[in-house]
């Protein structure tokens, strides 16, 4: 290639390449104006608004988000969520205000069904104040409502309303001494559960039941459902299983069980996948082993009673 050739190609790529950014600038910049405008454009609109304007629009917008958090507050399931929470941390008081609100509005949206559930909850509250007429009370207004439900909601959710409803009922008779009555509310409890399909509340009542007749003297009916609690164990999942050989090896501890509640709370222990669970289990296992070592001690077996002693402190 001649030299004049050889300049001429050169000055062409040069202008090519000029041409070339010249196209990728125009196609970068304004790319980069529109994310700028999106990214302010939701706190400014210069020249379209004025001062004033832009005032009452903020006033406006602060009234609707004070009567969205208004409305929000006076929904009965989240005052129930809020009231639930309370109980949990054991502040009845704070509780039984939130659930009374719900109940109110429960009743404004004609709920009768959540209205006979959050004044169970309520009865269990004053209950655990030791309010005992106004526990009564709730749990009355409660059963009252129920029968004008019965075919006319889901069957289960009845079933399974009227078995918390029974099991609230039947603690309180505990608690006031009709050992009878709690009996047989906790007996009425488990059928619902059953019906329910919920174990976990069959195997609370059914220890409940246990408790009763243990109490009332009939031991080994108490043992019976002791054993319906475990064949339902049996079938259950494992979070379940954990939970439930808890409970059943506190039970059979109460009724003197010692060796039976060590068995199970060991099977307890095996199946626990949670920590939280296996925590529990492992304290109710404690527990029975400082039984078995007291009772050692009582019988003169010093060397048995120290071994579970070490038990329970691993």
């Not at 409305?71 to 989240?78: A, D, G, I, L, T």
């Not at 009922?169 to 488990?190: C, H, M, N």
């Not at 808890?246 to 059979?252: P, T």
């Not at 307890?268 to 009772?295: D, M, S």
Request: charge should be positive; hydrophobic fraction near 40%; glycine fraction near 6%.
């Amino acid at each position: 290639m001649t030299p004049v050739k050889l300049r001429a190609h050169r000055r062409l790529l040069r202008l090519i390449l000029l041409a070339i950014l010249g196209l990728i600038t125009t196609l970068i910049i304004p790319a980069l104006f529109v994310q700028q405008v999106e990214a302010t454009s939701n706190l400014d609109y210069p020249g379209k608004q004025s001062n004033g304007q832009q005032a009452t629009d903020s006033r406006e917008k602060e009234k609707l988000l004070s009567q969205s958090l208004n409305s929000e507050r006076m929904n009965p399931q989240y005052l129930l969520q809020q009231g639930t929470q309370f109980y949990n941390a054991e502040q009845f008081s704070q509780a039984i205000t939130l659930w009374q609100q719900a109940i109110a509005a429960f009743v404004n949206q004609g709920d009768t069904l959540n209205q006979s559930w959050v004044l169970s909850n309520l009865s269990l509250a004053y209950q655990h104040l030791g309010q005992w007429k106004k526990a009564q009370a709730a749990i009355e207004q409660s059963l009252k409502l129920l029968p004008n439900l019965e075919g006319k909601t889901n069957s289960q959710t009845y079933s399974e309303i009227l078995a918390k409803i029974s099991n609230t009922q039947g603690r309180l008779q505990w608690e006031t001494g009709q050992l009878e009555l709690a009996f047989k509310s906790w007996e009425k409890a488990t059928v619902n559960y059953e019906q329910a399909k919920n174990p976990m509340g069959m195997i609370g009542s059914l220890i409940n039941q246990a408790k009763a007749l243990q109490t009332l003297g009939l031991s080994s009916k108490a043992e019976e459902k002791l054993k319906e609690v475990h064949q339902t164990l049996q079938v259950s999942d494992s979070h379940l299983q954990a939970i439930g050989y808890k409970d059943l090896g506190n039970a059979l501890r109460r009724l003197g069980k010692l060796k039976e509640s060590r068995q199970i709370l060991a099977e307890g222990k095996k199946v626990a996948e949670r920590p939280i669970a296996k925590g529990a289990v492992l304290l109710e296992l404690g527990n029975t082993e400082r039984a078995l070592a007291q009772r050692a001690l009582v019988i003169g077996q010093p060397s048995e009673a120290l071994s579970h002693t070490q038990a329970a402190i691993k």
